[in-house]
């Protein structure tokens, strides 16, 4: 079964590094997202992009975030200058359009900030 | 703004019925969602159901929606020590292209 997937699976990083999240969405889906999930805390959404733009953010997206889709297949998540708010479980999710009303989740990557 | 609250922790028994309660606070969600977490996988959709049904049932899921009262719940029947996991309650206003909005959600802890 065409799976989600990210890597890597965990990132310690020093604050003020640069960090970037990688995920393969699943080949035929269109949509793109980014939700992360502080521990204890609900998922929260981050990010959309569609046909290589964003396509909606949230507030918590800011300057500091990017995303890119360099290739026909990764798609990646950029904090430029990482705080140690930033920790969290970042997943990335595709969706493929049409005649679905799923979001297929990748396994998450846990980024550490120290 | 939106908001679902769920609650944190459920106990039970194998061979029980485990009942996974939901609410939200946006009465323009459409579609309400279950997801189920295993340790270290990502988010896996168990089933969904639209705001203009009452009730959706899938082999041993049965997803009740009260929609005056804006509770969602998930039962599970027969429940297995496999089912152990967390389950997330989501909504969205739109099919795929809406962000979905989570609960924190409810660790399962099934007790052989």
């Known amino acids: 079964e065409p799976e989600v997937t990210q890597t890597p699976s965990h990132q310690v990083t020093q604050m003020g590094q640069e960090v970037i999240l990688r995920c393969v969405p699943i080949?035929?889906?269109?949509?793109f997202y980014w939700y992360r999930q502080i521990l204890g805390q609900k998922v929260e959404f981050l990010v959309s992009?569609?046909?290589?733009?964003?396509?909606?953010k949230s507030e918590i997206f800011d300057d500091q975030f990017s995303v890119e889709r360099p290739d026909g297949s990764n798609f990646t998540l950029k904090i430029r200058s990482t705080k140690l708010e930033d920790s969290a479980m970042y997943f990335c999710?595709?969706?493929?359009?049409?005649?679905?009303?799923?979001?297929?989740f990748g396994p998450g990557t846990r980024l550490t900030v120290t | 703004g939106e908001d679902v609250e769920q609650s944190l922790f459920l106990s039970v028994r194998e061979g029980d019925s485990s009942v996974i309660n939901c609410t939200y606070t946006?009465?323009?969600?459409?579609?309400l969602y279950w997801y189920k977490q295993e340790p270290g996988a990502g988010l896996q959709l168990l089933t969904y159901?639209?705001?203009?049904?009452d009730m959706k049932q899938d082999q041993r899921l049965t997803v009740l929606l009260n929609k005056k009262d804006k509770h969602l719940s998930l039962r599970i029947a027969d429940t297995q020590t496999g089912d152990s996991a967390i389950y997330f309650c989501?909504?969205?206003?739109?099919?795929?292209?809406?962000?979905?909005?989570f609960g924190k959600g409810t660790r399962l802890s099934v007790i052989a």
């Open positions: 989501a909504e969205s206003m739109d099919s795929g292209n809406t962000p979905l909005v």
């Open positions: 999710a595709s969706w493929v359009v049409r005649d679905s009303y799923e979001q297929y």
């Open positions: 080949s035929n889906h269109l949509y």
């Open positions: 159901i639209f705001s203009n049904m």
């Open positions: 946006d009465s323009s969600s459409t579609y």
């Open positions: 992009f569609y046909n290589n733009e964003i396509s909606e």
